[in-house]
């Protein structure tokens, strides 16, 4: 933007010195031209002669010439953007030579006494024109080398200095029948100044008495929002103050106001919930709440109905009542309608519930019992949405279980020895329960008895003995029994009984046979033996050599004698003479005397009988 300064020729220069002599005598001895000011209380200033308008105040920083030129062109102010470096002849026009320090009227400028740019050059000197206005006289800067004040000047720039006017209202003067809890509205001419337009400048009055609200702005519009709805039937008066501004500062020229009259036409509005939103209710008494408002302030009346088509007498308004549902499950919908005291009633509003009387049914699946285990998890079913509780007599906790689907099963722990009664209640979400119930029989007591083989006996010759059982428990049964010969593995478990044949081992000598008990629990008790000792072998005996085989002694007696197995009974049968008896001389011998044998051939039969009944073969002598 600065001008470049062109080379001069030497006859050039003399030309341009004097037009500058005569230049500058002009400045110097013209006339300032009488000025008429008015401060447009917006930071300028106008000039009513020549029609210029002037910065009131410059910014307080010195800067050359290019810095001003810069400034000037870029200076927004008082909604004006084509400002400038005045020329000389405009920047001496606002000097006041009848002052000095400074040589402006101050009543109307902020100046500094020092020096202010023009946009004048006097090429010749390549300097630019200045006003020192330290006392009003025009004088020469170097346009780069030295810094002074600016005062920017417009002409061009068209300022709004027309007032601001109201062009239509809400509601509108003299209306009637105006909703209680309408907001009132003035539209102006033009954009309005936001700070202006306060509870101080926008008024409203019923009568005298002031109306409490808030005056917002938006759009050319001011609002008056009163704090709570109107008294109907009352006139009000609203006013615009002068004090509201348009955005250039115009101030509205008097008091603008209307006046409006007030009906309420607005029914209540409102809610109703059955028994705190509950989804269920076991009882066909239920209890409302009727939340309800008007823009009155008051709502003065209710009714209601189970079906929205017949309704109970208008009462007085209560926020809480207690209701009865028409009878029978089912979902049920309760409507109520509000009245205000000028008669307007709201629409129907309404709630559901589901009314539910009857008890939910509850089954126990079959549990294990009587078990030797302090812990089970029980299962059933129920109705869907239901929760179980179970309770057990001997049991401290309460298991609460929710219902997946219709089933449910809970873990049962610290079962008590003996009978637990246990008790599951199914709770739907209305609240109705029913009950069932089974017992867990706890045993962790095992059975005790004992086991007798062939009553006692010490020997047997068979393999096959019979078994005598005896065994108790608590739990007063005792279920089920298992044997097994030493070093054998135990039998399946089978039904308990009193009386078992059993199979010794092979092989004779000393026999155990185990039994151990078990009962309905599962408690199996201590190993209980008994022993026989097994002789399958027939005993052995002998018949002496010397045993007379022939004789003629007239008594007709003959002795006979042998050898035996330690405690064998031996028999000797002769088929012709009665035979007195045998005798045992020692633990290992036995003799006979035969009586009355007959002439002739005389059979001797001979046999051995141990003590568990094994018999030798016949031993015959003649």
């Given at each position: 933007?600065?001008?470049?300064?062109?080379?001069?020729?030497?006859?050039?220069?003399?030309?341009?010195?004097?037009?500058?002599?005569?230049?500058?005598?002009?400045?110097?001895?013209?006339?300032?031209?009488?000025?008429?000011?008015?401060?447009?209380?917006?930071?300028?200033?106008?000039?009513?002669?020549?029609?210029?308008?002037?910065?009131?105040?410059?910014?307080?920083?010195?800067?050359?010439?290019?810095?001003?030129?810069?400034?000037?062109?870029?200076?927004?102010?008082?909604?004006?953007?084509?400002?400038?470096?005045?020329?000389?002849?405009?920047?001496?026009?606002?000097?006041?030579?009848?002052?000095?320090?400074?040589?402006?009227?101050?009543?109307?400028?902020?100046?500094?006494?020092?020096?202010?740019?023009?946009?004048?050059?006097?090429?010749?000197?390549k300097?630019?024109?200045?006003?020192?206005?330290?006392?009003?006289?025009?004088?020469?800067?170097?346009?780069?080398?030295?810094?002074?004040?600016?005062?920017?000047?417009?002409?061009?720039?068209?300022?709004?200095?027309?007032?601001?006017t109201?062009?239509?209202?809400?509601?509108?003067?003299?209306?009637?029948?105006?909703?209680?809890?309408?907001?009132?509205?003035?539209?102006?001419?033009?954009?309005?100044?936001?700070?202006?337009?306060?509870?101080?400048?926008?008024?409203?009055?019923?009568?005298?008495?002031?109306?409490?609200?808030?005056?917002?702005?938006?759009?050319?519009?001011?609002?008056?929002?009163?704090?709570?709805n109107l008294?109907?039937?009352?006139?009000?008066?609203?006013?615009?103050?002068?004090?509201?501004?348009?955005?250039?500062?115009?101030?509205l020229?008097?008091?603008?106001?209307?006046?409006?009259?007030?009906?309420?036409?607005?029914?209540?509005?409102?809610?109703?919930?059955?028994?705190?939103?509950?989804?269920?209710?076991?009882?066909?008494?239920?209890?409302?709440s009727?939340?309800?408002?008007?823009?009155?302030?008051?709502?003065?009346?209710?009714?209601?109905?189970?079906?929205?088509?017949?309704?109970?007498?208008?009462?007085?308004?209560s926020?809480?009542?207690?209701?009865?549902?028409?009878?029978?499950?089912?979902?049920?919908?309760?409507?109520?309608?509000?009245?205000?005291?000028?008669?307007?009633?709201?629409?129907?509003?309404?709630?559901?519930?589901?009314?539910?009387?009857?008890?939910?049914?509850?089954?126990?699946?079959?549990?294990?019992?009587?078990?030797?285990?302090?812990?089970?998890?029980?299962?059933?079913?129920?109705?869907?949405?239901?929760?179980?509780?179970?309770?057990?007599?001997?049991?401290?906790?309460?298991?609460?279980?929710?219902?997946?689907?219709?089933?449910?099963?809970?873990?049962?722990?610290?079962?008590a020895?003996?009978?637990?009664?246990?008790?599951?209640?199914?709770i739907?979400?209305?609240?109705?329960?029913?009950?069932?119930?089974?017992?867990?029989?706890?045993?962790?007591?095992?059975?005790?008895?004992?086991?007798?083989?062939?009553?006692?006996?010490?020997?047997?010759?068979?393999?096959?003995?019979?078994?005598?059982?005896?065994?108790?428990?608590?739990?007063?049964?005792?279920?089920s029994?298992?044997?097994?010969?030493?070093g054998?593995?135990?039998?399946?478990?089978?039904?308990?009984?009193?009386?078992?044949?059993?199979?010794?081992?092979?092989?004779?000598?000393?026999?155990?046979?185990?039994?151990?008990?078990?009962?309905?629990?599962?408690?199996?008790?201590?190993?209980?033996?008994?022993?026989?000792?097994?002789?399958?072998?027939?005993?052995?005996f002998?018949?002496?050599?010397?045993?007379?085989i022939?004789?003629?002694?007239?008594?007709?007696?003959?002795?006979?004698?042998?050898?035996?197995?330690?405690?064998?009974?031996?028999?000797?049968?002769?088929?012709?003479?009665?035979?007195?008896?045998?005798?045992?001389?020692?633990?290992?011998?036995?003799?006979?005397?035969?009586?009355?044998?007959?002439?002739?051939?005389?059979?001797?039969?001979?046999?051995?009988?141990?003590?568990?009944?094994?018999?030798?073969?016949?031993?015959?002598?003649?």
């Amino acid at each position: 933007m600065f001008r470049e300064f062109g080379k001069i020729t030497s006859r050039s220069k003399k030309v341009l010195f004097c037009s500058f002599l005569i230049s500058l005598l002009f400045f110097l001895f013209s006339p300032v031209a009488d000025a008429a000011f008015v401060d447009n209380g917006d930071g300028t200033v106008t000039d009513t002669t020549t029609g210029l308008m002037w910065q009131k105040a410059d910014d307080g920083i010195p800067r050359n010439w290019l810095e001003a030129l810069e400034y000037a062109e870029g200076l927004e102010l008082a909604g004006c953007n084509t400002w400038r470096l005045p020329n000389i002849k405009e920047l001496r026009s606002i000097v006041d030579r009848s002052q000095t320090d400074p040589a402006i009227d101050t009543s109307i400028f902020s100046a500094q006494s020092d020096k202010y740019w023009s946009s004048t050059l006097f090429r010749y000197f390549k300097k630019e024109f200045v006003v020192d206005f330290l006392s009003g006289r025009m004088r020469f800067a170097d346009p780069l080398g030295e810094v002074h004040f600016i005062r920017a000047v417009t002409g061009g720039c068209n300022l709004d200095r027309t007032a601001p006017t109201v062009v239509s209202t809400s509601p509108a003067n003299g209306a009637t029948g105006v909703a209680v809890n309408t907001l009132i509205t003035a539209e102006f001419s033009e954009g309005m100044d936001p700070a202006t337009i306060t509870g101080a400048t926008f008024l409203t009055n019923a009568g005298a008495t002031p109306v409490a609200g808030t005056v917002s702005y938006s759009n050319g519009t001011a609002t008056f929002t009163p704090s709570a709805n109107l008294p109907s039937d009352t006139t009000y008066y609203a006013t615009i103050k002068p004090g509201v501004k348009d955005v250039a500062g115009n101030s509205l020229a008097a008091d603008y106001w209307w006046s409006f009259t007030t009906i309420d036409a607005t029914p209540p509005s409102g809610s109703i919930i059955i028994d705190g939103n509950a989804s269920y209710t076991k009882s066909t008494t239920v209890t409302l709440s009727l939340p309800a408002t008007d823009n009155s302030g008051v709502v003065d009346s209710m009714q209601l109905s189970n079906d929205g088509v017949s309704w109970s007498a208008w009462e007085a308004y209560s926020p809480v009542k207690s209701w009865d549902l028409t009878s029978g499950d089912a979902e049920k919908t309760v409507y109520v309608k509000f009245r205000d005291a000028t008669g307007n009633q709201s629409v129907a509003y309404s709630d559901t519930i589901i009314l539910d009387t009857s008890g939910p049914f509850v089954t126990v699946d079959a549990v294990i019992s009587p078990t030797n285990k302090t812990s089970q998890t029980i299962s059933g079913t129920t109705e869907a949405g239901a929760t179980v509780e179970v309770r057990v007599d001997t049991w401290a906790n309460v298991c609460v279980v929710e219902v997946d689907n219709t089933t449910w099963e809970c873990a049962i722990s610290g079962l008590a020895e003996g009978v637990n009664t246990v008790t599951v209640k199914a709770i739907d979400e209305a609240g109705n329960f029913n009950s069932a119930g089974t017992n867990i029989t706890v045993d962790t007591v095992a059975p005790t008895g004992s086991v007798v083989i062939e009553n006692n006996a010490a020997w047997t010759n068979s393999r096959a003995v019979a078994l005598n059982l005896s065994a108790s428990d608590n739990s007063g049964v005792v279920s089920s029994m298992r044997f097994a010969n030493v070093g054998d593995t135990w039998s399946a478990w089978e039904a308990f009984a009193l009386n078992k044949l059993w199979s010794l081992d092979p092989g004779d000598g000393i026999k155990t046979v185990s039994v151990q008990f078990m009962d309905g629990s599962g408690n199996q008790s201590d190993i209980f033996s008994d022993t026989i000792e097994l002789d399958t072998v027939s005993p052995s005996f002998t018949v002496d050599a010397t045993a007379v085989i022939h004789t003629n002694v007239p008594s007709r007696t003959v002795t006979v004698t042998g050898t035996r197995e330690a405690d064998a009974i031996v028999n000797v049968v002769v088929d012709t003479a009665a035979m007195p008896g045998v005798s045992y001389p020692t633990a290992i011998s036995w003799e006979c005397a035969i009586n009355s044998l007959v002439a002739g051939y005389n059979n001797v039969a001979i046999t051995a009988i141990d003590g568990v009944g094994n018999e030798s073969a016949e031993s015959k002598v003649s």
